[in-house]
């Protein structure tokens, strides 16, 4: 039986809904049951008659109170179930085949489908029908299986990032067989070519019904560079609401880990598909993006995936001589100037400046001499993968450089001189281009008739010649020659950059020979014709839900296959890797527009949630019973039975808890606060911080033997709760699993550390990783002390005052001895003064010593004073603690006595000066 | 209370406290009996008390030979003449007295053979007799009495409500009745008036429990009385309050009219309050009574 949403497990049981006015009027006639007393003065009540007889009724609200807990518990016990689902019982025998599209569309709501799938399954196995399931991204004939062996499959069977084709649609209905099954088809929402055949094919085999869901699919179109901004269109496939979508772009940070560089929003209008947005980022940040993708979107085509052509690249300009008198046009870099300023950055400056900077190209316009520094960074840094970019010119040609033997930034030895051809004092006519061999980048480029050149640097004659030289002139005279240096590689041109020697620079020929170098970079996709007979090597490939995976052993693919090919299993969506450079395969290319999936009105379409079978038997039975107990409560009330006194007792010792929890902390308070007291910071892991209570014990009873520092026993402090004040040093030590403190615990950090606390991090892994690098317990420190107000920071130097303030230590070695402490950096203007052995040094306490040599452990004493820990072996382990123990004395001793230490120094001047 | 050691015991203690206690003797000839308390005259008695010339009459053995001896006349010794009072107790044991309202409280019948037997001791020690009302046990005097008194004491009545005891009294004697005075209001004046006409006089003490003066009852309730015989049903307590109070303060005064006609003094103890108070108060309405 159902009414609305609700069905009934037990219907018949609501006929006892009828009692319900029996039974009001029979629990009206009854009255509360009365007391019986033993009153001895009831000899004295004889004869005394009531003088209302109102309450020998119930009253009406306690009447109504029982009504509504027996129906409640009727109707509870009627078994009613919020959304019943019964949907099996149409077509409930002969074989099932589940059709997925499986595509990337698909995957923003896999849960979803996973989960009714499951269901799907599970009724089937108990119908005991056979099914198959149909992947179209990856069609097989279908094999109906018992359903409990695809329900084991189930996570197997996860979208794909890639979408059905015509083809693979067609190669579906070829496989389907002669049988008759039930077909339900998972659609991902998305219109496609070849559905149709697909669809008719299938229904002539049986029922089709297509499970869609309503959410709408946005996609991410690739990235692209207008005017110096990142322009980024959003599609969707269905126009309707105005809807905001936020673009995340995530990159590289400068130390290397990912994460998110900046965030877009872009707004569809009502009735538009598609949305656009420019975001304007630095270009340093922008040479680190990774990718875009829309936050919340959760399937690959919500990802965009950026290459190279999305990087302006960074170039260096420096010329030998800077004509600032000159005129502009004669400028050996100007024309450099005006063919790079579109499509990259010009970085200006001194070389040893700009080459920190990591440019991607390096122009030297008739820079002949290099110096030794200069020389060798620019040879490390081309070997890197710089491409360094010289061009003759006076003085280069009147230079040394590269005469006698190849000099290591030059691709050729030249000739002294150089030559002039077709001027007014020389013979000759002014030189053309040749053809570019088809071994050259050049090679294709569209020679025009109008170069010419009239001077250049000429290049000796050497074996390796012929194979370096990349452009010649008609008389067979290198024009452009090039050298591969490791990784990157240098390029002389060997004309000036102006226009003095040739008409190069005026041509657009040249901007052509600068974009086959790779100096700029304005073409985002290379043309079919320049990826025949390449191979991209895979290097990380998406999956249907976007994320990125190591591509593994993936095998290469054909360069033009990459442009034409659509993709799917053999060309899976992501960053391929060329001979010279990277390319992004997405998913959604500019072109590509989302179309909504039209379903003839034959087929029943139906949404992915199936409500979940909800019985409120339960509830109804608890509400009844809560019920029960009010009217209970309400019974006593009215019958006298409730006393007032003790319902205050029970309430009264509720509220008396959480004061004695206030109280204990009061305690602690009062503990911290009448003796010196150690703490150490809770971190959640109870072993460790045994440890380090122990420690502090036995840094604590060291203390007591050998100084005037009393302290009680430690105690360990949590952040969030604890008044930090109290305790004059916090030892902290670090696991990669604590929790970080809340934003109000490091407000009390931080106010601990400006006045006056201190700090000890241990991160018990001996240093071995020098703070910051791999070891985890350092990313974590540097992830808890990040927030915290910290100055500059320097290793221990061997004057501090922690070196002196009891013991003289010059090494610092807990259970570990690594020598890596960290205390506040001196002043910059601390300075020895003569005679005085130490320097004058900062007058206040350390805030934080950082380190990671476990000196809990070396400290931990248990009960009876018994060491915990072993530490090192035999004699000298023993010597290791030891001086474990003396650097805790040292470090609580600068704690309570501050620069005492370093006062001292002046004893001698002090002493002097009262002397006379 | 079943056993009688720890009664004697409790009751030994608050007796403790207290001065013996000097029961007034002014009685009549009759009921006299040697005791320890001097008359202040000459008459039967141990201790001595004067010499006397001899007068005519005197028998001449009752001559001093020793004290006439030293003089010319012939003395006779006297000898102080000394009484002991009788004390007759009796406790309500009915069942009413066995009512108490909290735990904290003890039940009144307790506190009332508590008081009782404190009054008993102190008075035995000052040398009176002391016994119960009824004839099972006249006053005596001695430790054995005072065990006989506790294990008398101890025993419960059947009844609802007692009614107070008259019979077995001396003459001029003393009297104390201790009970809630709950129930019908004509024996205890048959009682009291029958004690007068004996010359008997003495101390009512009604020992009250704390809910019996507050009433603190609400809500329908059926009340019964302790033995279970008598029982009152009200469906909202709480009204029957003022009533109840109003009762009360009537049996009250109506005992206190009683006691101030028979020359009685009327005493009112709660079990709430301390034993020793009305202990205290007993001891006075027995030192020095109205009549002194």
Redesign the interface.
């Known amino acids: 039986m159902m009414l609305g949403p609700i069905g009934f497990t037990a219907p018949w049981l609501l006929l006892a809904l009828a009692a319900l006015p029996i039974l009001w009027i029979l629990l009206r006639a009854v009255?509360?049951?009365?007391?019986?007393?033993?009153?001895?003065?009831?000899?004295?009540?004889?004869g005394?008659t009531?003088?209302?007889?109102v309450?020998?009724r119930t009253p009406w609200w306690l009447l109504l109170l029982r009504m509504l807990a027996v129906a409640a518990l009727i109707v509870g016990l009627a078994g009613p179930v919020l959304n019943p689902q019964d949907d099996g019982e149409q077509a409930a025998t002969g074989p099932l085949l589940i059709v997925l599209d499986g595509s990337w569309a698909a995957a923003r709501d896999w849960p979803a489908q996973e989960d009714l799938l499951d269901a799907m399954l599970a009724e089937a196995g108990r119908e005991t029908r056979p099914v198959a399931i149909l992947r179209l991204t990856e069609p097989q004939a279908p094999n109906f299986q018992a359903a409990e062996t695809w329900r084991s499959r189930l996570s197997g069977l996860a979208p794909a990032a890639w979408e059905a084709t015509p083809g693979t649609m067609a190669e579906a209905a070829a496989m389907l067989g002669d049988e008759d099954f039930e077909t339900r088809w998972f659609s991902d929402g998305l219109a496609r070519e070849g559905r149709d055949r697909l669809l008719s094919e299938l229904q002539s085999r049986g029922p089709v019904t297509v499970y869609e869901s309503p959410a709408p699919v946005i996609a991410l179109a690739p990235a692209t560079i207008n005017d110096g901004a990142v322009q980024l269109t959003a599609t969707r496939a269905l126009a309707g609401t105005p809807r905001e979508v936020t673009i995340e772009a995530h990159g590289r940070d400068p130390s290397g880990t990912p994460r998110m560089l900046a965030t877009m929003p872009l707004t569809f209008e009502a009735d538009a598909t598609t949305a656009t947005g420019e975001l304007s980022i630095p270009a340093e940040l922008r040479a680190r993006l990774t990718r875009f993708e829309i936050a919340g979107q959760r399937h690959a085509g919500a990802v965009t995936l950026t290459d190279d052509s999305l990087r302006r690249r960074e170039i260096a300009l420096i010329a030998g001589r800077e004509d600032r008198e000159g005129l502009e046009l004669l400028s050996p870099l100007h024309y450099l100037e005006q063919a790079l300023t579109p499509s990259a950055d010009i970085l200006d400056g001194a070389l040893i400046d700009i080459l920190p900077a990591n440019p991607d190209v390096i122009v030297l316009a008739d820079v002949a001499t290099l110096s030794g520094a200069e020389q060798s960074e620019l040879l490390e840094w081309s070997e890197n993968g710089g491409l360094l970019l010289r061009f003759a010119g006076p003085r280069l040609a009147a230079s040394d450089v590269s005469r006698d033997e190849e000099a290591p930034l030059m691709p050729v030895r030249l000739r002294a001189g150089g030559r002039t051809v077709g001027g007014a004092m020389s013979w000759g006519e002014p030189k053309s281009l040749a053809p570019f061999p088809e071994e050259s980048p050049f090679f294709g480029l569209d020679l025009s008739d109008d170069v010419t050149v009239s001077a250049q640097v000429m290049a000796q004659p050497d074996p390796t010649l012929a194979s370096r030289v990349i452009a010649q002139l008609t008389d067979g005279t290198p024009l452009v020659t090039r050298k591969r240096i490791g990784a990157g590689q240098v390029v002389l041109f060997h004309v000036t950059a102006n226009a003095e020697w040739s008409t190069l620079p005026l041509s657009g020929l040249f901007v052509q020979m600068l974009e086959r170098l790779a100096v700029s970079s304005a073409v985002a996709l290379p043309d079919l014709s320049e990826m025949q007979g390449t191979t991209w090597q895979p290097v990380e490939v998406l999956d249907g839900f976007g994320t990125l995976d190591d591509a593994g052993t993936l095998p290469g693919v054909d360069g033009e296959k990459l442009i034409t090919d659509p993709i799917g299993p053999d060309l899976r969506p992501g960053l391929y890797e060329g001979p010279d450079r990277r390319l992004a395969l997405n998913v959604v290319k500019e072109d590509t527009t989302l179309s909504p999936a039209t379903w003839p009105a034959n087929v029943p379409v139906r949404g992915l949630a199936r409500p979940p079978e909800a019985p409120l038997g339960g509830w109804l039975l608890a509400a009844a019973l809560v019920l029960l107990m009010a009217d209970i409560i309400a019974s006593l009330a009215?019958?006298?039975?409730l006393m007032p006194a003790r319902a205050a007792l029970i309430l009264a010792a509720l509220l008396a808890l959480p004061q004695q929890s206030e109280a204990q902390e009061q305690d602690k308070a009062l503990a911290a606060a009448s003796e010196v007291v150690l703490a150490h910071v809770l971190t959640g892991d109870s072993q460790l911080d045994e440890a380090a209570h122990a420690g502090l014990r036995g840094l604590g009873e060291t203390l007591y033997f050998r100084t005037s520092v009393e302290p009680s026993t430690p105690i360990g402090v949590n952040l969030e709760e604890d008044d930090l004040a109290l305790y004059p040093l916090l030892y902290w030590p670090v696991t990669p699993d604590q929790p970080i403190p809340t934003a109000e615990a490091y407000v009390k950090l931080n106010e601990y550390l400006r006045t006056g606390g201190m700090i000890l991090f241990d991160t018990r892994d001996a240093n071995v990783a020098g703070f910051g690098a791999s070891s985890p317990n350092g990313q974590k420190l540097q992830r808890l002390a990040r927030p915290l107000d910290i100055p500059p920071l320097e290793p221990i130097p061997e004057d501090h005052v922690l070196t002196r303030t009891f013991y003289l230590l010059q090494d610092f070695p807990g259970r570990f001895s690594g020598r890596g402490v960290w205390v506040e950096s001196a002043p910059a203007d601390a300075e020895k003064v003569e005679g005085m052995p130490f320097r004058n040094l900062n007058d206040n306490v350390t805030p934080v010593v950082i380190g990671g040599n476990d000196w809990a452990a070396a400290w931990a004493m248990d009960e009876t004073g018994a060491p915990m820990f072993p530490v090192g072996r035999g004699y000298a382990g023993e010597r290791q603690r030891e001086l474990a123990y003396r650097f805790g004395v040292n470090l609580v001793m600068h704690v309570l006595t501050g620069n005492y230490k370093s006062d001292q120094v002046h004893v001698p001047a002090l002493l002097d000066r009262l002397g006379q | 209370m079943t056993n009688v050691a720890p009664l004697r015991a409790r009751a030994e203690h608050e007796a403790a406290r207290l001065p013996p206690l000097l029961a007034r003797a002014e009685h009549l000839a009759g009921t006299v009996l040697l005791g320890e308390h001097g008359r202040r005259r000459a008459g039967m008695g141990d201790d001595f008390w004067q010499y006397r010339p001899v007068q005519s009459g005197d028998e001449r053995r009752f001559i001093d030979w020793r004290r006439s001896a030293r003089s010319d006349a012939q003395f006779v010794r006297q000898r102080e003449w000394q009484i002991a009072q009788s004390v007759v107790i009796w406790v309500d044991a009915a069942a009413?007295?066995r009512?108490a309202s909290d735990e904290k409280y003890a039940e009144?019948s307790d506190r009332a053979r508590l008081l009782a037997l404190a009054v008993a001791i102190l008075l035995n020690r000052a040398g009176e007799r002391v016994g119960l009302a009824g004839t099972d046990l006249p006053p005596r005097r001695g430790e054995a009495q005072m065990m006989r008194l506790a294990e008398a004491l101890i025993k419960d009545g059947a009844d609802d409500?007692g009614h107070p005891e008259s019979t077995g009294m001396l003459p001029h004697g003393r009297a104390l009745f201790i009970s809630?005075f709950?129930?019908d209001i004509a024996a205890a004046r048959t009682a009291l008036t029958g004690a007068a006409d004996r010359g008997v006089q003495g101390v009512l003490l009604q020992v009250l429990?704390p809910?019996?003066e507050a009433?603190p009852?609400?809500?329908?309730?059926?009340?019964?009385?302790?033995g279970g015989t008598?029982?009152?049903?009200?469906?909202?307590?709480?009204?029957?309050r003022d009533?109840?109070l109003a009762?009360?303060a009537e049996?009250k005064a109506e005992l206190q009219s009683l006691c101030a006609a028979t020359g009685w003094q009327y005493g009112l103890h709660h079990t709430s309050d301390s034993a020793q108070s009305a202990l205290l108060w007993l001891f006075r309405a027995f030192d020095g009574g109205p009549s002194r």
Request: hydrophobic share 35%.
């Open positions: 009255p509360p049951a009365p007391i019986r007393r033993r009153f001895p003065g009831v000899a004295l009540l004889l005394l009531d003088d209302d007889t309450t020998d009215l019958s006298g039975r | 009413s007295m009512f009144k409500y809630d709950m129930g429990d809910a019996e009433f009852y609400r809500g329908r309730t059926i009340f019964e009385s302790v008598l029982a009152h049903e009200t469906l909202k307590a709480s009204e029957l009533r109840y009762r009360l049996r």
